[in-house]
């Protein structure tokens, strides 16, 4: 049986994607002035900063993407050059996002169009970044990536996870705990 490396990191995309689904809700509860729970948004940008990013792009970015490249995928011009500029993307809307809500929490007004545009435009950057990589970019890898490096990718996982001791279930229950206050 061959090992799939991909399937770990499709399921992290749907914890991801049960952020970004809660990020767009209240956005559009914020702008209609039903929503002001500044620190919603920076729980938000520590789930993305730190599972997405740290945790799950991590895994993509040091394993992954190393891998292709070392058996024939060019990291140049190529989809890994595509989803590493959409990584770096994504970070620099999280950036402005965690700036406009701040300032909100700390008491100034006027920032609800910057936090509607770093939400909006990072929801909208990453929902078409999972769906690039569940539908194209693993399947290729999974076609390329030969049978004996599939194991050592699979350890490298393990070891990112192993540095990482109970963040998975903090995000799984930050995500939650956000459902079931929207959802009451």
């Known amino acids: 049986m ?3 490396v991909t399937q770990m990191l499709v399921e992290e995309h749907r914890l991801i994607l049960r952020m970004i689904a809660l990020v767009e809700q209240n956005t559009k509860r914020m702008e209609e002035g039903r929503f002001r729970d500044w620190q919603f948004f920076l729980d938000a940008v520590d789930f993305i900063r730190n599972y997405a990013d740290r945790f799950h792009h991590a895994k993509e970015e040091e394993v992954l993407f190393v891998a292709l490249v070392e058996n024939g995928m060019p990291a140049k011009n190529s989809p890994i050059e595509a989803m590493q500029l959409e990584h770096d993307q994504g970070r620099a809307l999280v950036r402005s996002l965690e700036e406009a809500a701040s300032l909100a929490l700390a008491g100034a007004s006027g920032h609800i169009p910057a936090i509607a545009a770093g939400a909006k435009g990072y929801a909208a950057l990453l929902r078409g970044h999972i769906d690039k990589e569940d539908t194209i970019l693993y399947p290729l890898a999974e076609r390329l990536l030969p049978a004996e490096v599939r194991q050592s990718l699979l350890a490298a996982y393990a070891r990112a996870e192993a540095e990482r001791p109970q963040l998975e279930e ?10 079931q206050q929207t959802a009451d």
């Not at 903090?170 to 459902?179: A, C, G, I, S, W």
């Open 170 to 179: 903090k995000y799984h229950q930050l995500v939650k705990n956000y459902e």
């Open 2 to 4: 061959v090992a799939n």
